[in-house]
T-cell receptor
């Protein structure tokens, strides 16, 4: 069946470090992937997305990498800041009108 | 442009009651999806509405229902509440629900069933 999972439930880093959050997906037909950040008491906030016809996409301090061969997705955050502390979810979608399928989430803790 | 808004933000109900939650999408967005978030199950898809029609439905019992109005606002209803329905209910909107469209989430409605 379809599922999206994250490799680690928690990740602790020091302020200024680069963070890498990983996600594995099982549906090879998925063609759209999104990373969300969720802070306590808030809804998921869009960070960055990538289509299956791309391998890499960069935003401000964030980069998403997609490896379709091994069905792996990663989010890289450069110069991690305390404000980056949150739960990060990856999500996938297969076709128009189908649901986003979310992984369990990785809690990123940034200490200063 | 205002984001997705959800009302109420917090709700306490007792078992057996019913509840209606409301979602106003981003202006111009016509697709509205609902998700349930719990610590144990994570984020799970409930249903999606587009042009007042339910286009997709997740694996939830019939007690969970929804609708969409002509202005794209959406409501979801849960009847005969159970303790396990306690969760954060999230609404997300996108332009038309296309496969490469981003969904933007509201702050959610926190439902506690006693």
């Amino acid at each position: 069946g379809e599922s999206v999972g994250l490799h680690l439930p928690t990740l602790s880093v020091q302020e200024g470090d680069n963070s890498i959050i990983n996600c594995a997906y099982s549906n090879s037909a998925s063609d759209y992937f999104i990373w969300y950040k969720q802070e306590s008491g808030k809804g998921p906030q869009f960070i960055i997305d990538i289509r299956s016809n791309m391998d890499k996409r960069q935003g401000q301090r964030v980069t998403v990498l997609l490896n379709k061969t091994v069905k792996h997705l990663s989010l890289q955050i450069a110069a991690t800041q305390p404000g980056d502390s949150a739960v990060y979810f990856c999500a996938e979608r297969g076709q128009a009108g189908t649901a986003l399928i979310f992984g369990k989430g990785t809690t990123l803790s940034v200490s200063s | 442009k205002a984001g997705v808004t959800q009302t109420p933000r917090y709700l306490i109900k007792t078992r057996g009651q019913q509840v209606t939650l409301s979602c106003s999408p981003i202006s111009g967005h016509r697709s509205v999806s609902w998700y349930q978030q719990t610590p144990g199950q994570g984020l799970q898809f409930l249903f999606e509405y587009f042009s007042e029609t339910q286009r997709n439905k997740g694996n939830f019992p019939g007690r969970f229902s929804g609708r969409q109005f002509s202005n794209s606002r959406s409501e979801m209803n849960v009847s005969t509440l159970e303790l396990g329905d306690s969760a954060l209910y999230l609404c997300a909107s996108s332009l038309a629900g296309g496969s490469w469209e981003t969904q933007y989430f509201g702050p959610g409605t926190r439902l506690l069933v006693l």
